[in-house]
């Protein structure tokens, strides 16, 4: 196409579609001003923001605040934290759902298998503040679990006081909201499975464990795959909210993660640009993890996010 | 065919196994219960596992029906529910409709700005800056705005409003339809029970949400429900409603006024949960399928 016939062409298609360019607007506008204003807002990571000035007065530090962020004893504190608990989910949160749903799906009483399935799916939709609210209740002296801990050495002292206790109560809990709600994908995944292969397994002998080891699991494989390069995308991308409800200064030291960080140094302590300086980082990082997860998953499975 | 033995074993094991699950996913919430029917004395004195009310005694509930700050949350939560999840749709619905049509010459460009968003974001300052800066804090319309659209929500509408056969719109255009007639007597109907998943997920997440009320809102009077009960279960906060009482009273009536107040705050979604439990599962399929 040369360019004036391109230049009436898109002239023929603003004035046709006009309509529907005017129907993309307000969304167009949402997106240009609640994500892609932050983006350029992002500048000031790379200056001394001041409200005052705006961003665009404030002055240029380069990569000051950058530097400061790895020269300072929480750099390694918070990305350690952050990739723990991110492991820890990975090896004891991942495989939960998969064990439900590979446990559901062997029951045979249809009735007892919905009020199982209801029941586990409940607590997906308590919101967090009540969860939240429950653990420190719980936990706290005299609390449920601080008694049960108790027998098992517990000096019944706060438990979120603890700072050893802190990634076993956050995964425990992440386990009991989200494993019966996780399981609903792997038992669609269950459905699809030929139920030929069962017939067949059971005329050659094969017990219940023999057929979940070589036709179910089998089966999931390619779910399972998926999910865990996907999880491992976000592997640095640990959710503040929860800690932040949960965490106190005495157990910064197991449960301050790269978000919640920013989260206090930006909101709390108005060290905007600083702040804005460590979210890049972690940003930037998940992209690229995200980015190589993605590869992975193309030369493993052949499916991929793009 | 014979059950066997290892058979009979292996299904007495698994059942049993899977109630104590139920159990452990249930205790939680019937702890609130019992205890928010509780006399506050026993429940201080009691440590462990509760499989019963102690005493019983309704003062907790009086105590929570009788402060205002319940039903100014309620109230604020019904309206970033009501009014946020309608914009939501109505922009989704938008976006998706526009995206999904053949001869737009600018969609994939649309299409780049909108999914570039899942993967970079400006991070928590930047965007707090600019909701400042258009003057949405201290407005309810904080929680609503800066989360018109999600994106992930988008693209599966945006697939699902494509599936729709062209000649339905192609018969409807030559009786003089315009888009937006297309769109919402046409498209919507057809695309109803993804539409209605979106707009319950849509629901919760308002619900719940609570983190960015938290940070934009600092007038009482605007507080959602979920800010107020994080007052009282977080910050441990419950003079609110036991203002006139002696300071011991207060005490041991905050201990039970936690779990009123939970029940109270829960009590909505999980009498709902039954009904529309199916359609979030459709909802996860749908995700799995398309997204």
């Known amino acids: ?306 | 065919m014979k059950t066997t033995l290892s058979e009979k074993t292996f299904v007495s094991v698994l059942y049993v196994f899977l109630f104590i699950l139920v159990i452990i996913t249930l205790y939680p919430l019937l702890h609130v219960l019992w205890a928010s029917f509780s006399e506050p004395s026993a429940i201080i004195a009691h440590k462990g596992l509760l499989w019963k009310p102690l005493g019983f005694s309704l003062e907790a509930y009086r105590l929570v029906f009788n402060d205002p700050s319940i039903y100014i949350g309620y109230r604020n939560t019904l309206f970033i529910v009501v009014v946020g999840v309608a914009l939501n749709l109505l922009l989704t619905a938008l976006g998706a409709y526009v995206l999904s049509r053949k001869q737009v010459y600018w969609n994939n460009l649309f299409m780049f700005i909108i999914t570039f968003t899942m993967f970079f974001s400006g991070g928590l300052v930047p965007l707090y800056l600019v909701v400042k800066g258009v003057g949405l804090s201290n407005t309810l319309w904080s929680t609503i705005f800066p989360f018109a659209v999600s994106t992930f929500n988008l693209i599966i509408m945006r697939t699902s409003f494509a599936a729709v056969p062209d000649d339905l719109e192609e018969s409807a255009k030559m009786d003089g339809a315009n888009h937006l007639i297309i769109l919402f007597r046409i498209i919507v109907p057809l695309c109803l029970p993804v539409i209605a998943v979106m707009g319950l997920y849509y629901a919760v997440e308002k619900w719940n949400g609570w983190f960015y009320a938290s940070i934009f809102i600092q007038n009482h009077d605007l507080f959602p429900l979920q800010i107020f009960l994080r007052k009282v279960l977080i910050l441990s906060s419950t003079d609110s409603m036991t203002g006139g009482s002696a300071a011991g009273e207060q005490f041991q009536i905050g201990a039970t006024i936690k779990y009123a107040t939970i029940m109270v705050a829960t009590l909505p979604i999980l009498f709902v949960y039954p009904f529309i439990q199916r359609f979030f599962v459709k909802g996860v399929m749908i995700g799995a399928i398309k997204g």
């Open chain 1, 1 to 306: 196409m040369n360019k004036p016939a391109f230049g009436r062409f898109l002239i023929k298609d603003l004035v046709g579609n006009r309509y529907l360019y005017i129907m993309m607007l307000p969304v167009l506008a949402y997106y240009l001003i609640f994500h892609y204003a932050p983006m350029y807002g992002v500048l000031i990571a790379f200056k001394d923001y001041s409200p005052m000035k705006g961003i665009l007065g404030s002055p240029w530090v380069d990569f000051k605040h950058f530097e400061t962020f790895f020269n300072s004893y929480y750099f390694l504190r918070v990305l350690k934290n952050t990739l723990l608990i991110s492991v820890y989910s990975l090896l004891f949160e991942f495989p939960a759902p998969i064990i439900l749903a590979l446990l559901i799906n062997e029951v045979r009483s249809r009735s007892y298998k919905r009020v199982v399935q209801s029941i586990t799916y409940m607590p997906y939709f308590i919101s967090m503040i009540v969860i939240a609210g429950l653990i420190r209740d719980f936990t706290d002296s005299g609390g449920v679990l601080n008694s049960i801990y108790m027998y098992f050495g517990g000096d019944g002292t706060s438990m979120l006081q603890n700072e050893g206790l802190f990634r076993p109560i956050y995964i425990l809990s992440e386990i009991w909201q989200k494993a019966g709600w996780e399981s609903i994908i792997y038992l669609a995944a269950l459905a699809g499975i030929d139920q030929g292969q069962y017939e067949a397994a059971r005329i050659d002998g094969a017990g219940r464990l023999k057929q979940i080891w070589h036709i179910t699991l089998p089966g999931l494989m390619p779910t399972i795959v998926i999910l865990f390069i996907l999880r491992m995308g976000n592997l640095l991308n640990v959710g503040f909210e929860k800690i932040i409800l949960l965490y106190n200064p005495v157990i910064y030291e197991t449960a301050d993660v790269i978000s919640s960080f920013v989260y206090r140094k930006g909101l709390l302590e108005f060290n905007w640009s600083y702040s804005t300086a460590v979210g890049l980082f972690n940003s930037v990082i998940n992209l690229t993890l995200l980015i190589l997860a993605n590869w992975i998953s193309k030369r493993v499975t052949n499916s991929s996010l793009w």
